[in-house]
């Protein structure tokens, strides 16, 4: 076999979902495994749902993945290559030379039929209880000097293939065979009336242009290929080889659809009754109409932003929803490959490097894969807590800059280091130490009291309470000159010893309340040490007299 390319063709219309990352992940691991290439293609030509900002997110999510492209957009020391450009919007006159080509041969003619004219047919083979198929014979039989007359008087008109009345056999790696019989393809559409090619068209004429050898991509393509492969007789094309990937669904088979976290969020704001958005997160008129319709949803930012100040965790959907949860890329990447394939002998952890030398399509699912959450975050935590403590501070410093900065701004980079240090055991994801340790980073005036049973156990237990441990302890602390964690565990350890009986919990336990406003915490010195004194003292100060002391 000459070396495979493979390519990702996404349609930038927002972020990158899961089940796309999965493809591109698969035609990397074919390509690169394979002494091949792995291109990366835009394909933008829908004018209505492509934006520039988007594609470049794209790029941005496949390189934080690790999922590198021989040819495609330049960007992070990917792409380049001697096929571009690699934006279809880009590759409008080469496409337009070709259906030039076609009508001329004969094998595509423009066709003038309104909207409401093919409505009208659709609605007619409906009442007639026939499957609608479109005819083309009015529109062929026009004369070449009609239609160029209504041409240039710019009269809106598309360019269909003729699709010769043949079965056609799909010949797919991992579904298997399927034939159509004749007639079932009809004479689709090549270039739209805004003059943009049609997918079909774009994606036969690129794929032939840029040498790509094998298509895979998901399974909603397949009954496309078909298709596909009468363009590519058509236009004397070679034939690819073909794969189709299943899709990725929720546990309980439902679409893993951003919906999902629309959802969610409806029904907290439901079940709490909020009738006005918390400030700073969707404006009111929005919000008015998003309640009001219940398909309506809310743009990734506020919905971020309104989960945030819910305190709720959304259901992760894009790779970037992953990045933003902390999740670590090369568990995605490992995790995603399981999602669809294995690589047999109950090997369930591997890296990339693995998956490239062992991907291989006969071991593609056809059915359905189910997203498991629990066990993406087992995996995760598996990699944070098996990972050296320094690989860790550094990328829990990378994800803070990247999605926490005001807590960034507040640490010292010791303070962090020390927190991060402090959190790393505990820690599923990266994001966990930023959402859980807010306590430390907000004005101590804001800070509040959970009046949990926990909390008022620990402050409120019988003689010596927790709030008695407090107030003996804050003249000691008044007078504590070394700050740092080890001569705060010496000094309130010997208090402990003279009167808790020895029994340090009894006493980390009440400070951890009355500094953190609650009852869990990074390791009790470390978090005195990292609030520092001066927070540490008006913190628990406020705490006494909060609870009556
Ligand atoms: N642009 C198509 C999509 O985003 C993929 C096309 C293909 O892989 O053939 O679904």
């Not at 063709?9 to 999965?22: F, K, Q, W």
């Not at 507040?410 to 790393?424: I, K």
Request: proline content about 6%; overall charge neutral; aromatic content about 8%.
């Amino acid at each position: 076999m000459t070396a495979p390319v493979t390519r990702f063709a996404p349609s930038p219309s927002g972020h990158l979902h899961v089940g796309g990352a999965r493809t591109a992940l698969f035609c990397w691991a074919f390509a690169r495994g394979r002494g091949g290439r792995f291109l990366l293609r835009i394909e933008d030509t829908d004018q209505k749902r492509s934006s520039g900002a988007a594609s470049v997110g794209f790029l941005k999510d496949l390189a934080w993945l690790g999922i590198d492209w021989d040819e495609g957009p330049e960007h992070a020391g990917c792409g380049g290559g001697s096929n571009g450009p690699y934006f279809q919007s880009e590759r409008l006159d080469l496409y337009g030379r070709i259906l030039r080509q076609l009508v001329d041969e004969g094998k595509a003619y423009y066709a003038f039929d309104t909207a409401a004219e093919l409505e009208s047919r659709r609605a007619e083979a409906k009442a007639a209880g026939r499957a609608y198929r479109y005819d083309g014979s009015s529109q062929m039989a026009l004369p070449k000097a009609e239609v160029e007359r209504r041409l240039a008087a710019g009269e809106p008109a598309v360019i269909r293939l003729k699709c010769p009345p043949q079965p056609i056999t799909i010949k797919d790696e991992i579904l298997g065979e399927a034939t159509l019989p004749a007639g079932e393809v009809d004479d689709f559409v090549l270039r739209k009336a805004d003059g943009f090619p049609t997918y079909h068209f774009a994606v036969v004429v690129d794929d032939e242009l840029m040498g790509v050898t094998h298509v895979l991509r998901a399974q909603e393509h397949f009954n496309n290929t078909a298709k596909h492969m009468l363009l590519q007789d058509a236009l004397g094309c070679r034939r690819p080889t073909y794969g189709h990937f299943s899709i990725i669904t929720n546990p309980d088979g439902s679409k893993m659809s951003k919906r999902d976290k629309d959802k969610l969020l409806r029904k907290t704001v439901t079940d709490r009754k909020l009738t006005a958005p918390p400030a700073g997160t969707v404006p009111q008129a929005r919000w008015d109409a998003w309640l009001g319709d219940k398909n309506a949803q809310l743009d990734f930012e506020e919905a971020n932003a309104l989960a945030d100040a819910l305190g709720i965790s959304l259901p992760e959907i894009n790779v970037d929803d992953f990045r933003r949860s902390g999740y670590l890329p090369e568990v995605i990447c490992n995790f995603l490959a399981l999602n669809g394939w294995s690589p047999g002998n109950d090997i369930e952890k591997f890296d990339m490097q693995f998956m490239k030398e062992r991907f291989d399509l006969k071991r593609v699912v056809k059915t359905p894969a189910k997203f498991d959450r629990a066990k993406l975050l087992s995996f995760n935590c598996d990699a944070i807590t098996g990972m050296p403590r320094e690989e860790f501070v550094r990328r829990a410093r990378a994800h803070g800059t990247g999605f926490h900065p005001a807590f960034m701004a507040r640490l010292t980079p010791a303070q962090f280091e020390q927190l991060a240090g402090a959190s790393h055991e505990r820690s599923k994801t990266l994001d966990e130490m930023f959402r859980s340790n807010r306590f430390l980073t907000m004005a101590d005036a804001e800070l509040a009291w959970e009046r949990t049973k926990s909390v008022e156990k620990a402050l409120l237990g019988p003689e010596p309470s927790g709030l008695g441990h407090l107030k003996a302890l804050l003249p000691l602390l008044e007078a504590q000159g070394d700050w740092s964690a080890p001569a705060l565990e010496a000094a309130i350890g010997a208090y402990a010893q003279a009167h808790a009986e020895g029994n340090l919990g009894k006493v980390a336990q009440p400070l951890r309340v009355g500094v953190s406003g609650g009852t869990v915490s990074p390791p009790i010195f470390d978090t005195l040490a990292i609030l520092g004194k001066e927070s540490t003292l008006a913190r628990l100060r406020r705490c006494v007299s909060a609870f009556g002391g």
